[in-house]
């Protein structure tokens, strides 16, 4: 019996199937992981009217290419990587048909670092662990082969079949389209280890411009000074009793360097932390390239939380 779905035929930079995370395992020690950019794949799966928590292929830099073997309603979003399928360009942040026996190209990301590619149905890789599909990686967990592997040249995406007259072309309101050229401020929930930071430290840590580091993953965001590091930060911060890391904390280290952990973070972290950022803010530095400069800024808590809230309500409302 001959396969239908989708080959690879280039496994690009680096992409991996994600979803919505790998919940109730903490307590094993092993990552949440999921899609880093929610806001991009949430659109992809809305437009395809796929339930939250559908798993779809994040995209990092690009360089993807896929022979479709069977017919389907796909959705691109996220990072602007000049998609073609047979060699005719297809926009950004909508959905569009490809005809079995065609091919899908994209290049390199012009702005942003993570695309978003959703199928109808979504990618029917195997469920493991949690009831995810999402890749980890180093944890071996997975994917399309059940190891956390990249894709490469050679593998087999198994598709949901879906009638073409199901769906129809749509495109995403462009007041939901973000801009990721633009300088990026993170908003911070402060924690209650901020006020033993003291007023004087996170005076220095706000007023700082900060740089992403080459050095980021998927696990964390690595921060330096955009010029020199001031002497306040610099003093040595003792480590404390190893504490759960929610996504978006802001680990700082013994040299006074800020990290953010993101969506494969570990479980614990004993570095003092001045607080989280917030959770939509997160979306925004998961598309941000090396070099960016990037601010902090404390938030008020509710309001991160109605923001949130409104996220998580449009997008799972269906």
Known sequence: ????????????????????????????????????????????????????????????????????????WCALTGADMQ??????????????????GSRLELGFARTGMR???????????????????SSVQREMLGGQDGLGSALQAGDLLPLQGIAAHTLHR?????????????PLTLGVIEGYQAE???????????????????ASSRMASLFEPDDELPELLRQATSPLVSEALVAGSIQLLPSGLPVVVMAERQTLGGYPKIGAVCPMDLDQLAQQVPGSCICFKPVDPMDAGRREKAFLQFFRSG
């Open 115 to 133: 695309a978003y590619l959703a199928v109808a149905g979504g990618w029917q890789t195997p469920v493991g662990l949690g009831g995810s599909r």
């Open 83 to 100: 998609a073609q399928v047979d060699g005719l360009p297809q926009g950004n942040w909508q959905s569009f048909y490809v005809q079995a």
């Open 196 to 214: 033993q930071l003291g007023a004087a430290f996170r005076k220095a840590f706000y007023q700082t411009d900060w740089r992403l580091t080459a």
């Open 170 to 182: 749509r495109a995403v309101p462009d007041d939901w389209l973000p801009d990721y050229s633009l």
């Open 1 to 72: 019996m001959s396969f239908t779905g989708v080959r690879v035929l280039k496994g690009g930079v680096l992409t991996l199937v994600e979803d919505a995370g790998r919940w109730g395992v903490s307590h094993l020690g092993l990552t949440q992981g999921g899609v880093m950019d929610r806001h991009a794949w949430a659109w992809g799966n809305r437009l395809l009217d796929n339930p939250w928590g559908t798993a779809a292929l994040e995209i990092t830099l690009g360089g993807l290419q896929l022979e479709f073997l069977q017919s389907t």
